[in-house]
């Protein structure tokens, strides 16, 4: 079944290599969608792909790498969109 979330993860997570863990464990686990830091210190993702896939990363988000202390992490449900892969994104 496939599932489509956005995430908004606050906390230590920018500088820290965050984008770049995302997009890693995304691949991994054939997650599409995106990854980018918001001007206000957060962290938005949107996940899409297989339940399970994106559950798992829903959890990984949750953690962050090493360096990461996460406060908060935000999600909504979203429409799926079909994404082809997976980017890190700039603002």
């Given at each position: 079944?496939?599932?489509?979330?956005?995430?908004?993860?606050?906390?230590?997570?920018?500088?820290?290599?965050?984008?770049?863990?995302?997009?890693?464990?995304?691949?991994?686990?054939?997650?599409?969608?995106?990854?980018?830091?918001?001007?206000?210190?957060?962290?938005?993702?949107?996940?899409?792909?297989?339940?399970?896939?994106?559950?798992?990363?829903?959890?990984?988000?949750?953690?962050?790498?090493?360096h990461?202390?996460?406060?908060?992490?935000?999600?909504?449900?979203?429409?799926?969109?079909?994404?082809?892969t997976?980017?890190?994104?700039?603002?």
């Amino acid at each position: 079944m496939k599932k489509a979330v956005r995430l908004y993860i606050e906390g230590t997570v920018q500088g820290v290599f965050f984008r770049s863990f995302v997009k890693m464990k995304a691949e991994e686990l054939n997650v599409k969608g995106f990854v980018r830091n918001l001007e206000d210190g957060r962290v938005e993702a949107f996940l899409e792909g297989d339940s399970n896939a994106v559950n798992k990363m829903i959890e990984l988000c949750k953690k962050g790498p090493k360096h990461a202390q996460i406060r908060n992490v935000e999600l909504k449900e979203e429409k799926f969109q079909g994404f082809k892969t997976f980017k890190i994104l700039h603002i």
